[in-house]
C-alpha cells in the first residue's frame, strides 16, 4: 500500500490546516491509519491514529485541537488542525497499521509550518 499525504503548508499561530491521506488501495482492510510528527530536531512521534472502527487516539498535544477521521469510501483519512501553534511545527507523516505497534506503512512527509 502506497500513502500520499498533502496539505501542509505555512499557516500563522492560532490558524488551522487540514492534513489528508489518499492510500494506492483499499484502505477497509488497514487495522489503524494515523499521522506522525517528526519536528525538527526530535524522533518522529504519533500526533493520532483511528481504527477501522472509528475510534481514535491522541497525543496529549493534539487533543482538543485536532481531529482525525477515515473514509473507507474513498480510501482517505484525514487530520483536522485547529489552534495550531509553533510546536506543531514538523513533517506530517501518513501511516497505516495493520498489527503490532509500529505502522507497516509510510507516506511521505508532508512539512506544517506553524509561525508565531
Known amino acids: 500500500v502506497q500513502l500520499q499525504a498533502f496539505g501542509g503548508g505555512l499557516v500563522q499561530a492560532g490558524g488551522s490546516l487540514r492534513l489528508s491521506c489518499t492510500a494506492s488501495?483499499?484502505?477497509?482492510?488497514?487495522?489503524?491509519l494515523g499521522w506522525y510528527r517528526q519536528a525538527p530536531g526530535k524522533q518522529r512521534e504519533l500526533v493520532a491514529d483511528?481504527?477501522?472502527?472509528?475510534?481514535?487516539v491522541y497525543a496529549d498535544s493534539a487533543k482538543g485541537r485536532f481531529v482525525i477521521s477515515r473514509d473507507n469510501a474513498k480510501n482517505t483519512v484525514t487530520l483536522q488542525m485547529n489552534e495550531l501553534k509553533p510546536e506543531d511545527t514538523g513533517l506530517y507523516y501518513c501511516?497505516?497499521?495493520?498489527?503490532?505497534?509500529?505502522?507497516?506503512?509510510w507516506g511521505q512527509g508532508t512539512l506544517v509550518t506553524v509561525s508565531s
Open positions: 488501495e483499499s484502505i477497509s482492510s488497514i487495522n489503524v
Open positions: 501511516i497505516g497499521r495493520d498489527f503490532g505497534r509500529q505502522p507497516q506503512y
Open positions: 483511528i481504527g477501522s472502527a472509528g475510534s481514535a
